[in-house]
C-alpha cells in the first residue's frame, strides 16, 4: 500500500503561482511512476503530467505545458508540481498519482483556485 497527501492547494489569481506537494508513505516511492492529474467543475479526471521513478524523464498534457512543472525528491518520499502563469481553467482538485504496472494509488486531491 501507498499513502499519498497532497497540499498547497489555494486561491490565487490568474497568472499567479502555486507549487503543490504530495507526501508518500508505505512502500518504496522511488518505485513508482508519479504523476499529477485534476478535475475541474463537472469535467472528468484528467491528465496532467507524469515523472518516471528517477526524476530524468517527465511528460505534460498539452494544455499545462510550459507552465508546469513536475519534480520528485526521491529522498524526502516527495513529489511536486509548481504552476505557473495560471489561468482559470487551472481551476481543479489536483490529485497526485502513484503507479507501479496496472497498480495505482490515489491522494485525497488538493482544491486549486484561480480567480480572474
Known amino acids: 500500500q501507498v499513502q499519498l497527501v497532497e497540499s498547497g492547494g489555494g486561491l490565487v489569481q490568474a497568472g499567479g503561482s502555486l507549487r503543490l506537494s504530495c507526501v508518500a508513505s508505505?512502500?518504496?516511492?522511488?518505485?513508482?511512476?508519479m504523476g499529477w492529474f485534476r478535475q475541474g467543475p463537472g469535467n472528468k479526471r484528467e491528465f496532467v503530467g507524469t515523472?518516471?521513478?528517477?526524476?530524468?524523464?517527465?511528460y505534460y498534457a498539452d494544455s499545462v505545458k510550459g507552465r508546469f512543472t513536475i519534480s520528485r525528491d526521491n529522498a524526502k518520499n516527495t513529489l511536486y508540481l509548481q504552476m505557473n502563469s495560471l489561468k482559470p481553467e487551472d481551476t481543479a482538485v489536483y490529485y497526485c498519482?502513484?503507479?507501479?504496472?496496472?497498480?495505482?494509488?490515489w491522494g485525497q486531491g488538493t482544491q486549486v483556485t484561480v480567480s480572474s
Open positions: 498519482n502513484a503507479r507501479k504496472f496496472v497498480v495505482n494509488y
Open positions: 508505505g512502500r518504496t516511492f522511488s518505485a513508482y511512476t
Open positions: 515523472i518516471s521513478w528517477s526524476g530524468s524523464s517527465t
